[in-house]
């Protein structure tokens, strides 16, 4: 399984962006692509999941009505639209694959190397 999140960049607030996270060897018995974020001196946070049999989404508070997050299955491609960017918004982010039903990150896993977001004032 590999996953491989791209599409970061440096963008002022207010601007969008989408990330795109390719997938790859994807097990039958897997639930669910997430983003998370890092940023400095943070812990990693979860950001959002897509489920991939059914297509349904779940979002971190901070992000609800902001981010949009959608799956191509045919493309075996995963987006993050990012509208309405705020400079809290700056950090790497990361997509990665769950088997089970959860928001936790530490239940994810084959994470990708991440795209660096960097949002200015």
């Known amino acids: 399984v590999q996953l491989q999140a791209s599409g970061g960049g440096l963008v002022q607030a207010g601007d969008s962006l989408r990330l795109s996270c390719a997938t790859s060897g994807l097990r039958l018995r897997t639930f669910a692509v997430g983003w998370f974020r890092q940023a400095p001196g943070k812990e990693r946070e979860f950001v959002g999941r897509f489920t991939l049999s059914a297509g349904l989404t779940s979002y971190a508070d901070s992000v609800k009505g902001r981010f949009t997050i959608s799956g191509d299955n045919s493309k075996n491609l995963v987006f993050l639209q990012m509208d309405s960017l705020r400079p809290e918004d700056t950090a790497v982010y990361y997509c990665?694959?769950?088997?089970?039903?959860?928001?936790?990150?530490?239940?994810?896993?084959?994470w990708g190397q991440g795209t660096q977001v960097t949002v200015s004032s």
């Open positions: 990665a694959t769950s088997d089970f039903n959860t928001v936790r990150t530490s239940m994810y896993s084959n």
